[in-house]
């Protein structure tokens, strides 16, 4: 059984920083390309950022760019995202997500592409 559990998410005021974690067991996971994705209440769940099973591959949305870094552990089977600079519009439920992967450099974008969803940790950011 795969299972993705994410830690980290908290209250922080506007321009502070998180850490989130997402801990990965049932998969080999250094053969997983991994993301993370984020839904505000009302709102769709959207993409933030992905690793590719290469660490040089990532990708990131343009509203994290620049303020958000994914990396990944493979020796504990955990993928990161660092958030600096963080605003009230980044309050949301943060997920992780896990893939199967293609090929090394390949990272998903989209929702149906990832086969395998953490429950989430909320991230609260006050102005």
């Known amino acids: 059984q795969v299972r993705l559990v994410e830690s980290g998410g908290g209250l922080v005021q506007a321009g502070g920083s998180l850490r989130l974690s997402c801990e990965v067991s049932?998969?080999?996971?250094?053969?997983?390309?991994m993301g993370w994705f984020r839904q505000a209440p009302g709102k769709e769940r959207e993409f933030v950022s992905g690793?590719?099973?290469?660490?040089?591959?990532?990708y990131y949305a343009d509203s994290v760019k620049g303020r958000f870094t994914i990396s990944r552990d493979n020796a504990k089977n955990t993928v990161f995202l660092q958030m600096n600079s963080l605003s009230p519009e980044d309050t949301a439920v943060y997920y992780c997500?896990?893939?199967?992967?293609?090929?090394?450099?390949?990272?998903?974008?989209?929702?149906?592409?990832?086969?395998?969803w953490g429950q989430g940790t909320q991230v609260t950011v006050s102005s």
């Open positions: 049932g998969r080999t996971f250094s053969a997983c390309a």
């Open positions: 997500a896990a893939k199967n992967a293609i090929l090394p450099t390949y990272v998903p974008i989209r929702r149906r592409e990832y086969e395998y």
């Open positions: 690793i590719g099973v290469s660490v040089r591959s990532t």
